[in-house]
């Protein structure tokens, strides 16, 4: 509905708030880059066998973007929903998208209930190391780790 709302009908910086706009676009280009790198990083360390989608992981992965965000997908749902909100700044568009936000988390907290079924102590010990969504505190932490170790 965001995306009908923001594309189709025009809801384009309704409030004419300028920097959200444009830190709205930026917002955007970062929900691409958490969107698409896990597909290519699950396929080529998630041991996904032959002709399976790249969901289909039979391997922990904590490499590469998993390094910075456990959920890199649904962290690209969450910053598309406040990009689009952002870009609007249109009110049905900005209450829709606090509902998919809070969603998405909802469905992010079950993830990881289900992660550690699969994965079991590994992830719990992931967990600990990377954080859901927040790719700000997951670069701190990947930065202070890489300078601890070398």
């Known amino acids: 509905m965001q995306i009908v709302l923001v594309i189709l009908m025009g809801k384009v910086n309704e409030a004419g708030i300028v920097w959200l706009f444009y830190l709205g676009w930026f917002i955007w280009v970062l929900s691409i880059i958490f969107g698409w790198l896990p597909i290519y990083t699950l396929k080529k360390k998630g041991e996904v066998k032959q002709g399976q989608s790249y ?44 509902k998919i936000m809070v969603l998405l988390y909802i ?41 601890w170790n070398s």
């Not at 456990?70 to 249109?90: C, E, F, K, N, V």
């Not at 992660?115 to 990947?142: C, D, H, S, T, W």
């Open 55 to 98: 969901v289909h992981t039979t391997k922990l992965v904590t490499s590469g973007i998993y390094s910075i965000v456990r959920h890199p997908q649904y962290t690209a749902g969450i910053l598309l929903s406040l990009a689009l909100l952002l870009i609007s700044q249109d009110l049905w568009v900005v209450l829709i998208g606090i």
């Open 107 to 147: 469905d992010i907290y079950l993830t990881d209930k289900w992660e550690i079924k699969k994965f079991g102590q590994a992830y719990e010990k992931y967990m600990q190391e990377v954080p859901r969504v927040n790719f700000i505190l997951g670069i701190v932490r990947l930065i202070k780790k890489r300078r």
